[in-house]
């Protein structure tokens, strides 16, 4: 069964940063588009950064020049390094991937990780 795996939340002061990690396990053939999602209390999970299989990147306004999306295609495993953290940045950290696993791509979607910013 294929998993999504994330790690690395926790809880940084404002100004601070943290690295999340996001495995691929089980079965599968390929991984096609990787990404990263966040969800705060009361609000809709929105899109925070993606990556192709050839390494290209997206990212939403409010967080350019702030985060870093990487994935390393050996491992099946994106990174989202982010630096400078605020508060506004509080919140549950989803990552996200399409993988072949038999015919056509299927999306799949971590467990979530915490991530709370203090100020």
């Known amino acids: 069964q294929v998993q999504l795996v994330e790690s690395g939340g926790g809880l940084v002061q404002s100004g601070g940063s943290l690295r999340l990690s996001c495995a691929a396990t089980?079965?599968?053939?390929?991984?096609?588009?990787m990404g990263w999602y966040r969800q705060a209390p009361g609000n809709q999970r929105d899109l925070v950064a993606t990556?192709?299989?050839?390494?290209?990147?997206a990212y939403t306004e409010s967080v350019k020049g702030r985060f870093t999306i990487s994935r390393d295609n050996a491992k099946n495993t994106v990174y989202l390094q982010m630096n400078s953290l605020k508060p506004d940045d509080t919140a549950v950290y989803y990552c996200?991937?399409?993988?072949?696993?038999?015919?056509?791509?299927?999306?799949?979607w971590g467990q979530g990780t915490q991530v709370t910013v203090s100020s």
């Open positions: 996200n991937a399409a993988i072949v696993a038999s015919i056509i791509p299927t999306e799949y």
């Open positions: 089980g079965r599968f053939f390929s991984i096609s588009n």
């Open positions: 990556i192709t299989t050839g390494g290209l990147t």
